[in-house]
C-alpha cells in the first residue's frame, strides 16, 4: 500500500479563525479608546466649576477672536487658531457669536 493514497487529515480552521478573531478585537478596541479620548476634554469641561468654566471660555474666546480674527499667514499659527476654535466649541457657553467666529476660522483649510 502507498502511503500517499492515505487521506489527509482535515485542515483545522481553528487557529486562524482564532487570529482574525483576535485582530477583530484589537481594532474595535482601538476605536473604543480612540472614540473616548475624543471626548476627553468635552468631559473635563463638564466637571469644571461653572465660574470657573465660564471664566475660561471667556479667556478663550477673547484670545481666539485677537489671535484668529485676521487670516494667519504662518501654517503654526493657523493650526494653532483651528485646534483653538475646536476646543472652544465644546463649551457650553458656546452661543451664536462664539458659533461664528469659530467657523469663520474652522471653514479655512489648515494646509
Request: charged content about 25%; glycine content about 2%.
Amino acid at each position: 500500500m502507498d502511503s500517499s493514497s492515505e487521506p489527509m487529515p482535515p485542515r483545522s480552521w481553528a487557529p486562524q479563525r482564532a487570529w482574525w478573531v483576535a485582530a477583530a478585537m484589537a481594532v474595535a478596541l482601538l476605536f473604543l479608546i480612540l472614540f473616548w479620548s475624543l471626548g476627553a476634554e468635552r468631559r473635563a469641561l463638564s466637571k469644571m466649576r461653572e465660574d470657573d468654566r465660564r471664566a475660561l471660555y471667556t479667556r478663550q474666546f477673547e484670545s481666539l477672536k485677537l489671535m484668529c480674527s485676521v487670516p494667519p499667514v504662518d501654517d503654526a499659527l493657523r493650526d494653532r487658531c483651528h485646534d483653538q476654535a475646536e476646543f472652544l466649541g465644546q463649551f457650553p457657553e458656546c452661543d451664536g457669536s462664539c458659533r461664528a467666529v469659530i467657523d469663520s476660522i474652522l471653514l479655512h483649510p489648515t494646509r
